[in-house]
């Protein structure tokens, strides 16, 4: 007799979506994807590919009527369409309501405000001038300035220190949310996971090492953080969750202030590269737990195997055969993981992680960092 | 610029395959399977897919064409066939100078004798007359006959206890094997892996509880074990893989005798069910280490993660609906780990697994033997 698994839909072929597959071949459920081109990253590895444009309303509802529920790789779906597929009756998880706040940094900061968690000071700006204003509101330049949507990895967001520089956020048309450049020790991310039913799982509050506005470092738990300071994180990004309607993975970027607080950058609602290191580092992994909140199963445990884990991205350099670099790594560390996502090498870009974990922070740190540099070709011993 | 990944083609589309692809994700290997039909196990969660009679060498031939090395999910490719894919040039591993001991149970007695590996008293028998000469040789009846090729699980297997119930085995037209009925105290088994450069790693050596001639539990460790008769399982282990020439994943199963000795029981050349624990109880599986193997790459550290590990195959039974038994055993249980291979749900068939860790033996092995027995629908709290 046939077993009635469902079928998971998910829209976007990047590497998130790839790991995701990876994680679901054990629950057994059926995995759809859409995808931008057959070649793309998760489009490599699963069976059902739908080559289509998540942009296109028909496209989106085409490949949606296959599935039981709908997750995303990214967060680039319009709002509007995401509307039409739950008024067609497709579970969206997480749904239109909850995505907008990772979609909209405006929308996302009003309502965090009206929730009572603590951000960054900001305000929607109008233009340079306004920027001036705002810088003199507070304590003057520098100030960040972001486009309210379409950013990632740094893109659509400027430092500026004079209303003079502050000129090309508005070009783009597209409303400018105006922050305090926030005076941080260091930048932690809380990830927790939420279902359906409301039962909800905080993975331990990592810090997040950024090099060029890119996650470079994940240090699984945030080394020293104080207690109080780290069930407060925990405490925020569940609060968000259950505020926002959040079904599926939240990643919840968050600032450690020079003076004991923390403050939330960013949100993202889809397993995250802050919390990479829970596939060998966990009991379950971010991409496990989003599988199973988007279906509505119970959550696993989110601890830790071991004292600490690191995860350090691979970008792309300048030497292209990273296979080749395999034999050194794999055998200078046995108890190494790799984690490539099937990617073309372009200098900068993410292609790969590596993880490795242990008892002694700076051992294990040491092995990630000589993993991540020698496949990148920045090293070559 | 591309990066230049090689590509492994797999052959059959069984859970073996499906878990193998699942570890080959994170590598970023390109993954080619040969499936006898498209909703084989494996086929459900690969890109790149032919479908076709692996007995056929023409099809096995144009499969093996777009492959830098072909390996397999199973015993049953024609050893000719093998021969003839190396004549073309292509790396098949493990080879059919190797993988003809796991094919033919006559060669493979013949080898360990001449490698002086203990096994049960053995020879080829022509008949039932010869049967009751071979008994009459040793301590008399029961005696076990197993056709040289074509068994699994308990299949191509008699226990018979007078020359009258032998006929059966005869019928075939294959070799029979007679074996001694050996008294044994438990079933274990020794899994190593070795690649072409002759590197190899040994796991724990594990105990296999057998029902119906079916795997059912397996422990990891081997409880109780003996010191010096683990590093004994090991060491014959790594012998047979050496003077085999296998390459890749090797299991050894063994029986444990009461006066304190191991004898060798089968062989399989690949990953196989008394290795699926280390999927979540060692640092490296036993499919990551295969596909190491197979492509030539430094092993993986074959360490246990924790004290105790424990799978437990999940057979069909009479409840179809395995998906809605997750509800219960997800939320019993949050660090459960199942395995699902996507088969129909048939009587007695093994269609998944669920493995369990931690340090105390007795709460681990209940906690996999409950979520095995409900998924199976056998209990209902």
């Known amino acids: 007799m046939r077993v009635t698994f469902p079928v998971v839909g998910m829209v976007g072929g990047g590497q998130l979506a790839r790991m995701t597959h990876e994680a679901g071949i054990p629950l057994g459920v059926r995995f759809k994807l859409l995808s931008d081109t057959p070649q793309d990253s998760a489009a490599q590895v699963i069976a059902d590919v739908t080559v289509g444009d998540y942009r296109d309303l028909d496209t989106l509802r085409a490949f949606a009527r296959g599935c039981d529920v709908v997750t995303f790789d990214h967060e680039h779906v319009p ?159 569940l609060t968000i969750a259950k505020e926002l309607g959040v079904v599926g993975h939240l990643a919840v970027e968050l600032f450690e202030t020079r003076d004991g607080r923390v403050l939330v950058n960013e949100l993202a609602m889809r397993p995250h590269n802050s919390g990479h290191w829970t596939q060998d580092g966990a009991v379950t992994s971010q991409f496990a737990n989003h599988l199973r909140a988007v279906l509505d199963l119970p959550l696993g445990d989110p601890r830790p195997r071991q004292p600490w884990t690191v995860m350090v991205n691979v970008l792309g350099g300048d030497f292209p055969d990273m296979y080749s670099a395999y034999l050194h790594c794999m055998a200078r560390d046995p108890a190494l993981k790799i984690h490539m996502y099937g990617k073309d090498v372009k200098p900068g870009r993410k292609v790969g992680h590596v993880t490795t974990y242990g008892d002694d922070l700076p051992e294990v740190r040491e092995r990630a960092r000589h993993a991540a540099d020698y496949l990148r070709g920045t090293i070559q011993e």
Chains 1, 2 share one sequence.
């Open 79 to 237: 709002t509007e369409h995401l509307h039409a597929l739950e008024a067609d009756g497709i579970a969206v998880r997480p749904g239109p309501e909850a995505l907008v706040h990772a979609q909209d940094k405006g929308v996302m900061r009003a309502k965090l405000d009206a929730i009572g968690v603590p951000c960054p000071r900001h305000r929607i700006v109008r233009d340079p001038d306004d920027v001036a204003a705002f810088a003199a509101e507070g304590s003057g330049f520098p100030v960040v300035l972001k486009t309210v949507r379409g950013g990632y990895d740094g893109k659509g967001v400027w430092v500026v220190s004079s209303p003079a520089e502050a000129a090309d956020p508005f070009r783009a048309g597209v409303p400018v949310l105006a922050e305090e450049k926030v005076d941080f020790v260091r930048e932690l991310a809380a990830n927790v996971v939420r279902s359906p039913h409301g039962q909800a799982v905080a993975y331990p509050v990592v810090e997040s090492i950024q090099v060029d506005g890119v996650c470079d470092t994940v240090i699984a738990p945030a080394p020293g953080l104080a207690d109080e300071l780290s069930a407060q994180a925990q405490q925020l990004a």
